[in-house]
């Protein structure tokens, strides 16, 4: 198992960027993804079972930065998963919950789809109506980059439900969700904004490449 270095001048910063709810280590960014790479040289051609073990034996550690890590190398692993595979990272996403950690957890879902397409039914149904918000934030951003492949009646649906709600980071990924569709699709992004009462902070995030 890598162990990541600690770098006292950035943990505080890191740790207070971060509302101080993790403790860091203070690895950048770069160094982490260095470090990543001979991680995955250490377990890439274990077994889905054995790597899953692996992967959340990093996510279980304290630092925040091996949540990240572990996150990467999952998506690293994207073509090994299972359904059953994809459900123990759904329960791991639902621990350590904050937008960062549920972001790179989006990433995850997001490209299985890109692997197995036939599953975008079955795995955005594991977000719909959920009771835990940072999981519908999961399936409102699930399709970013999507493009052409963007499922609108889902993603009209994932918004629908939640546009009344007063969380931040519901709103936040709306707009999100909105203007990454808008560089494919500026008039259908438009005209949803045009007919579709949405917050201010949602409408603003939205249309920011309508301008």
Not at 80 to 95: G, M, P, V, Y
Not at 125 to 138: G, P, Q
Not at 172 to 187: E, F
């Amino acid at each position: 198992m890598i162990e990541l270095p600690i770098n006292q001048d950035s943990q505080v910063k890191m740790a207070s960027y971060m509302r101080d709810l993790f403790p860091f280590n203070g690895v950048g960014a770069k160094k982490r993804h260095e470090l990543e790479k001979l991680a995955w040289q250490e377990i890439k051609d274990m077994p889905a079972d054995e790597l899953l073990i692996e992967i959340k034996r990093y996510y279980e550690k304290t630092p925040r930065e091996y949540q990240y890590l572990a996150i990467d190398l999952a998506v690293r692993a994207k073509r090994k998963w299972s359904r059953d595979n994809i459900l123990e990272f759904l329960q791991l996403s639902q621990t350590k919950m904050w937008w960062d950690s549920i972001d790179a957890w989006r990433k995850l879902f997001s490209e299985y789809i890109k692997v197995n397409p036939e599953e975008f039914e079955w795995i955005s149904s594991l977000f719909k109506n959920h009771e835990i918000f940072w999981m519908r934030r999961i399936g409102i951003i699930l399709q970013l980059g999507f493009k052409d492949e963007t499922d609108i009646e889902y993603l009209t649906e994932m918004i629908m439900y939640d546009k009344d709600t007063e969380e931040f980071f519901i709103q936040k990924a709306i707009g999100w969700a909105l203007r990454d569709y808008s560089k494919t699709n500026r008039d259908w992004v438009y005209n949803f904004l045009s007919t579709t009462q949405l917050s201010k902070l949602a409408q603003d995030e939205a249309s920011k490449y309508l301008k």
